[in-house]
């Protein structure tokens, strides 16, 4: 979505910037773990696939993406900025611009089950609130994910409905019951017309 795509969000540890070309190849690699691919319910992409995918995900209007990355001091280069990703929290706006579905990940396992995941979730459901005019979230998640069902439910999201079809559960959060967090938004410092070379 091009509303962030000269944007960098300051939470209270981490930050989040958009989806670069020169993100493209860790994420890529990220997307070769087996158990990542299964918790995102993710086919394996080439690598000239995922480029395409950076493309939509800057382009489409009915998506929007952040990369997560650790800490809250702007990165002074490019390869700092990689070195310090961590996963990465997408909205689709599939049938209404007021309904998005969300999907995240903390790619990197040493990041896991520290309070990053959570303080992902509110830093996005907080900006898309205040930048967009949004009524609802839902989550879909495979049946048999239980850490992630756990997650959502802990955070306010409620059960709307159980697909066996599918095999999938679907929780919803209306923006009045989102749990808010401060944060910061700056100029993205590596934000040009021409991306910088992978």
């Known amino acids: 979505?091009?509303?962030?795509?000269?944007?960098?969000?300051?939470?209270?540890?981490?930050?989040?910037?958009?989806?670069?070309?020169h993100h493209v190849k860790k994420y890529h690699m990220w997307m070769q773990d087996k158990d990542l691919q299964f918790l995102t319910a993710s086919e394996p992409l080439t690598l000239s696939e995922e480029y395409e995918m950076q493309l939509s995900w800057q382009n489409d209007e009915d998506k929007l993406t952040f990369l997560a990355i650790q800490g809250t001091s702007v990165p002074l280069t490019v390869e700092e900025e990689v070195s310090r990703m961590i996963g990465d929290i997408n909205l689709?706006?599939?049938?209404?611009?007021?309904?998005?579905?969300?999907?995240?990940?903390?790619?990197?396992?040493?990041?896991?089950r520290s309070g990053y995941g959570s303080e992902m979730l509110k830093l996005m459901l907080s900006y898309a609130v205040?930048?967009?005019?949004?009524?609802?979230?839902?989550?879909?998640?495979?049946?048999?994910?239980?850490?992630?069902?756990?997650?959502?439910?802990?955070?306010?999201?409620?059960?709307?409905?159980?697909?066996?079809?599918?095999?999938?559960?679907?929780f919803e959060?209306?923006?009045?019951?989102?749990?808010?967090?401060?944060?910061?938004?700056?100029?993205?410092?590596?934000?040009?017309?021409?991306?910088?070379a992978d």
């Open 1 to 21: 979505m091009k509303l962030n795509e000269g944007t960098m969000l300051i939470g209270e540890s981490i930050s989040f910037v958009p989806y670069c070309k």
């Open 92 to 112: 689709l706006f599939l049938f209404s611009p007021e309904i998005a579905e969300i999907n995240m990940m903390v790619a990197e396992h040493r990041f896991r």
């Open 130 to 170: 205040d930048n967009l005019n949004m009524k609802k979230f839902s989550a879909k998640i495979s049946n048999s994910n239980e850490p992630s069902k756990n997650f959502f439910q802990k955070h306010r999201f409620l059960l709307e409905s159980v697909s066996e079809v599918f095999q999938e559960t679907n």
């Open 173 to 196: 959060l209306l923006t009045a019951d989102v749990s808010r967090c401060n944060y910061k938004k700056i100029d993205y410092p590596f934000y040009s017309s021409k991306e910088p």
